[in-house]
């Protein structure tokens, strides 16, 4: 089982290695790299359409002591993704790296009762921000791929928080960070620039470990300014909240168990009127409250190989417009069934491999029958330690 502390930098975009600082005053220096390509593709039972995407994103991350009392945390994390979307009348494709993510983290240990942390974290825009003519026909259902964004521009996201043990088996956290947002040209067809709203994030987790289970609840709290498009103010997004809890049991040397529970809300989003030029609260919300649950079994056949099963329940809620607005949004969900290997090369090297099928529902409006989806989905990991 995991061992590993309830992470301080949850809302943190990913790692940054820091070579000069670990030259100078780095003690118990550990690294670690790792790619988890992933595979998947969809279609309509319908006919009305069909696509795939490939996404592989790669990590790299170190951690190492600075002086007696300060542990640090840094990396860097890029990646790949391919996107193809097609329909009986459009065709879009998308092949291009991604942004590149970077984390830098610094722990103060020096207090018994608290450990203190800032973070500092960035998105370098390396991914393809901005798209034109049939590229923008790749950007694909939320619920059916993995990425729908291929890149944006700079973020700048400091961070502060404190870690809180009490005993050895129970630790809370909390956390704030502040993500400012770069520009970039969403739109190439009609260059106009969009500046995202910044975000304000804050993060509370708590943690039990013991020697046969770990159970962890996390809530984020989430709220953004306004967002500009072409200078002019014209949607600001609700506050959002999400919850995630977790927890798994160790029956016995072979035998581990793992669920989770996934839920967010946002409240009414702010839009622009365009007759008085002022922003105002929507007439309903068009936000749909998202619920992930998902259970997984693991046999380890034996120390170098395991198999494992998972099961995942998606429901996306409808909206709250009456079913006869433009603005109305039905319902969704979805059952993902996987199965896979887990392999143990040794206690540096590990890795996985599954594959599994889904169904995804979209309920009825007055003009539309239900949409139906199916899908093949594949995933593998590996991770090298040294």
Do not use: C
């Not at 975009?13 to 790619?35: F, K, R």
């Not at 506050?239 to 160790?250: C, D, E, H, P």
């Not at 993902?336 to 890795?351: I, Q």
């Amino acid at each position: 089982m995991n061992s590993k502390p309830f992470s301080a930098g949850t809302f943190a975009l990913a790692l940054i290695v820091a070579q000069p600082v670990v030259a100078q005053e780095a003690t118990n220096l550990q690294y670690q790299a790792s790619a988890t390509p992933a595979f998947v593709s969809w279609h309509s039972t319908r006919g009305s359409g069909e696509g795939h995407q490939f996404f592989l994103p790669i990590e790299g991350i170190t951690k190492f002591a600075v002086g007696s009392a300060v542990s640090a945390e840094a990396g860097v994390k890029t990646g790949y993704i391919a996107s193809s979307n097609q329909s009986p009348s459009t065709h879009g494709t998308v092949s291009s790296p991604t942004d590149t993510t970077t984390h830098l983290q610094f722990a103060y240990e020096g207090f018994e009762s608290v450990q203190p942390f800032v973070t500092f974290d960035m998105n370098l825009p390396t991914g393809k921000a901005t798209l034109r003519g049939r590229e923008k026909y790749a950007v694909m259902d939320r619920d059916l791929v993995f990425q729908t964004r291929f890149g944006e521009g700079w973020n700048f996201n400091p961070g502060i928080g404190v870690t809180i043990p009490f005993g050895q088996s129970l630790v809370a956290t909390l956390a704030v960070g502040y993500n400012f947002r770069g520009s970039y040209v969403p739109d190439g067809d009609t260059g106009l620039r969009y500046k995202p709203g910044d975000q304000t994030v804050v993060t509370a987790g708590l943690q039990y470990l013991s020697e046969d289970w770990l159970l962890s609840v996390t809530g984020i709290l989430t709220r953004e300014t306004t967002s500009e498009l072409a200078g002019i103010e014209f949607f600001r997004p609700g506050t959002s909240f999400a919850i995630l809890g977790r927890g798994a049991y160790k029956w016995d040397a072979q035998h581990a168990t793992t669920a989770s529970l996934y839920f967010n809300n946002t409240n009414k989003n702010a839009v622009l009127d365009f007759f008085t030029g002022a922003l105002l609260p929507e007439e309903d919300n068009s936000n749909s409250a998202l619920t992930i649950g998902r259970l997984s079994h693991q046999y380890d056949v034996s120390s170098r190989w395991g198999v494992f099963g998972a099961v995942e329940l998606l429901y996306r809620d409808d909206n709250l417009y009456d079913e006869v607005s433009d603005l109305f949004i039905p319902a969704k969900t979805k059952a993902t069934f996987e199965g896979g290997l887990v392999l143990k090369y040794s206690p540096a090297v590990t890795g996985n491999v599954s594959a599994g099928v889904f169904s995804l529902r979209q309920a009825s409006t007055p003009y539309t029958g239900s949409q139906r989806y199916e899908g093949f989905i594949g995933r593998a990991n590996l991770a090298v330690a040294f």
